[in-house]
């Protein structure tokens, strides 16, 4: 219970430092419409000669791409920055003095930022969509919210992992920015899996790669409707917290072993 | 003893670079390393309810000793307890038990009002409403926390910062409080206001201290022990009065006198006791001695004409200051 507590607080706090910066805010809306129209006009040349492509029409593709970039936007959390930063600095021994685990500690604070994220960027997607004519339409709204509670659990934990890194190198940017890349490409986000040959698609949906944005979007859009996905996507979320518990240890045994 | 720490031993290794291309090849498969002992053999025991500093030079092994300590860095050999927990097994339950302020890092939220760092606290800690008001009221009350209650932490002076880093170390009422250079930085009248807090909060609700700092006003004001620490061994542990009494040298009357100095020297140093006698500028200083009481030694100066007498005492800061020194060069003969 005071765990939970500790957490609720942790949220609460770090949603706040988010939200509460209304002109990085305004900034952020407006470069995420930008965005949004840039796409809009991109796939709509794209589909300029051919009403459907890989099985898709434009306003599905659109509708995917465009849902899948605003959930990178949103639930893709600094955790990985932030922790590097604070192991870098030095500023992870006080938290050590601190009885919460870092893992669930960091792991609050990106739900926390989420939820800001959340509340002040729906309003400029349900935007987008009002003026491109398209709308979600999922099949089972629970099963939406379960499958993006996995994704940002999948991406929160990667992040974690990456940003434990910090620990052997100084600048973690290029991890970081290799590790966007591929979630992206791989996770259906830039272009919807759909368009990747037959064979890469399955391998995809086995592996972790398609359920960091390809299955919570398939579930919005009302592409997917069973449970099979989800099962698959929550025992990766799940291998997923087991191994940043893992990594958590076992750097944190290094921390303590060499000194913070 | 409510801290426990025997023969506490401390060795960083780091990597030596190899010389040649072959020998960097080579090393990357059998690494050579370089050893240093950051702390070397300390044991002490400190019992409930004491405030003590833990002093050295730049280096010495102090912060080394306190992460031992505060079960964020693990020792080499030895073993620590601290209120019967052992500090890096069992980390999470015993820092419920601690307070830490590391003079150099924040434990505060940056964009939020203190209050608001406060709640986190409370809530990470689990402290109960009554405890959290409790220990809060005393830093409202004599620290004038409520002056900057509502203001975000990044508006505060460094001084109100480090009395809410503090009180923040404190608010879960913990057994044992370790303060590494807690008022770095911080004006005469902020430093005396944290001192009295800390002072008051050992006193009156016994909670134990445990501070490392270089301002020889804390050391004075604050404890009543010192763990004398250098080149990671500990070189002194006993009261303040002892230290002052055992270290430099020593305690001496100076005279200054209208007559003829040389022969008060050996009229001094012909005395029974056989005290040292030294000429110090226009001064003649001998040694305090029971054996030599004031008004003997004012009846053998007063041919001499005396103009002045005064006791001589070195400061704490110039004896810390002489023993840092004889450290190095200590360390220079023996290298």
């Known amino acids: ?260 | 003893m409510l801290i426990q720490a025997e023969a506490l031993n401390r060795v960083y290794r780091s990597p030596l670079p190899g010389q040649s291309w072959g020998e960097r090849f080579a090393r990357l498969i059998r690494p050579k390393w370089s050893e240093t002992h950051s702390v070397r053999d300390v044991s002490f025991g400190i019992a409930r309810g004491e405030c003590v500093a833990l002093v050295g030079p730049n280096g010495a092994g102090k912060s080394t000793t306190i992460k031992m300590l505060t079960g964020i860095l693990a020792p080499s050999s030895g073993r620590v307890s601290v209120a019967g927990f052992d500090p890096q097994r069992d980390r999470r339950a015993y820092v419920k038990h601690i307070g830490v302020v590391f003079g150099q890092r924040s434990q505060l939220w940056w964009d939020l009002p203190v209050q608001d760092s406060f709640r986190i606290l409370q809530a990470l800690f689990a402290v109960p409403e009554a405890t959290y008001q409790q220990q809060l009221n005393l830093f409202r009350r004599e620290g004038g926390l409520d002056e900057f209650w509502l203001r975000p932490v990044r508006t505060l002076s460094l001084g109100q910062r480090m009395l809410c880093e503090i009180a923040a170390s404190f608010l879960h009422a913990p057994e044992v409080v370790f303060l590494d250079e807690p008022t770095i930085g911080l004006d005469l009248e902020m430093k005396a206001r944290m001192r009295e807090l800390i002072r008051q909060i050992n006193r009156d609700a016994g909670t134990t201290v445990l501070i490392t700092s270089h301002d020889v006003g804390d050391i004075e004001k604050l404890s009543q022990r010192l763990l004398l620490i250098d080149h990671g061994q500990l070189k002194f542990d006993g009261s303040l009065a002892h230290f002052r009494q055992s270290a430099g040298d020593g305690h001496w009357w100076a005279a200054k006198l209208g007559g003829d100095r040389d022969a008060a020297q050996a009229l001094l140093a012909g005395h029974p006791a056989g005290l040292a006698v030294r000429h110090n500028g226009d001064w003649l200083e001998v040694a305090r001695d029971e054996r030599l009481p004031l008004p003997e030694l004012l009846q053998l100066l007063a041919p001499f004409a005396i103009h002045d007498i005064k006791p001589v005492e070195q400061s704490l800061e110039d004896l810390l200051h002489g023993f840092y020194l004889a450290g190095k060069v200590g360390a220079r003969e023996a290298a």
Request: glycine share 6%.
């Open chain 1, 1 to 260: 219970m005071s765990t939970l507590r500790a957490c609720y607080q942790l949220a609460l706090a770090n949603g706040r430092v988010t939200a509460t910066d209304r002109k990085g805010r305004l900034i952020i809306c407006v470069g995420y419409l930008l965005g949004m129209w840039l796409l809009y006009w991109l796939w709509r040349g794209l589909y300029l000669n051919d009403p459907s492509r890989a099985g898709l029409d434009f306003a599905t593709a659109l509708t995917h791409v465009a849902t899948a970039q605003t959930l990178f936007a949103i639930i893709t959390t600094p955790a990985d920055w932030r922790l590097a930063r604070e192991i870098r600095s030095g500023e992870v021994a006080s938290q050590l003095t601190q009885p919460m685990n870092l893992a669930l500690r960091h792991g609050a604070m990106a739900l926390g930022a989420v939820a800001a994220k959340a509340l002040y960027m729906l309003p400029a997607f349900a935007l987008f969509l009002w003026w491109a004519g398209l709308n979600l339409a999922p099949s089972s709204w629970p099963l939406a919210l379960a499958s993006l509670a996995c994704s940002f659990v999948l991406l929160y934990c990667l992040a974690f992992i990456v940003g434990l890194a910090g620990f052997l190198a100084t600048d973690l940017w290029g991890i970081i920015a290799s590790k966007d890349a591929v979630v992206q490409f791989l996770g259906g986000a830039l272009i919807p899996l759909a368009f990747f040959p037959p064979t890469a698609q399955t391998l995809l949906h086995v592996l972790p790669f398609a359920h960091f944005f390809n299955t919570p979007v398939a579930y919005l859009t009302g592409q997917l409707h069973g449970l099979e996905s989800l099962l698959i996507q929550a025992s990766w979320a799940l291998a997923f917290m087991l191994f940043a518990h893992l990594a958590s240890q076992q750097v944190q045994r290094k921390l303590v072993v060499f000194g913070a």
